[in-house]
Nanobody
Framework: VQLVESGGGFVQAGGSLRLSCAAS????????TGWFRQAPGKEREAVGC????????YYGDSVKGRFTISIDNAKNTVYLQMNSLKPEDSATYYC?????????????????WGGGSQVDVSS
């Protein structure tokens, strides 16, 4: 199983980025999938997760209304659209899968992880 994130970079506050995560060896439409982030000196936290069975999404309070998760099953790729970015959104962003549908969006519940994509938001 391999997950590869792309799309990170530098952006000014208020700008937008779209992260992509392509999977091989596993199908996103079979398991819950999530995006998580980790800033230096902080614990990895959930950005949001999406269910494979009904597409229901969960978002962390800090990104709700600004970030959107979507999946293209034909491409086996999951996306994270990030709008109205803030400096506090700066972090390494990870996609993860093989979570349990219907369970909480928690780091500990996901088995496979990508290597991360860096996002830096300047004020």
């Amino acid at each position: 199983v391999q997950l590869v994130e792309s799309g990170g970079g530098f952006v000014q506050a208020g700008g937008s980025l779209r992260l992509s995560c392509a999977a091989s060896g596993i199908a996103f439409n079979s398991y819950a999938t999530g995006w998580f982030r980790q800033a230096p000196g902080k614990e990895r936290e959930a950005v949001g997760c999406i269910s494979s069975t009904d597409g229901i999404t969960y978002y962390g309070d800090s990104v709700k209304g600004r970030f959107t998760i979507s999946i293209d099953n034909a491409k086996n790729t999951v996306y994270l659209q990030m709008n109205s970015l803030k400096p506090e959104d700066s972090a390494t962003y990870y996609c993860a899968t093989k979570g349990v549908d219907g369970s909480a969006c928690l780091v500990a519940l996901y088995d496979y992880w990508g290597g991360g994509s860096q996002v830096d938001v300047s004020s």
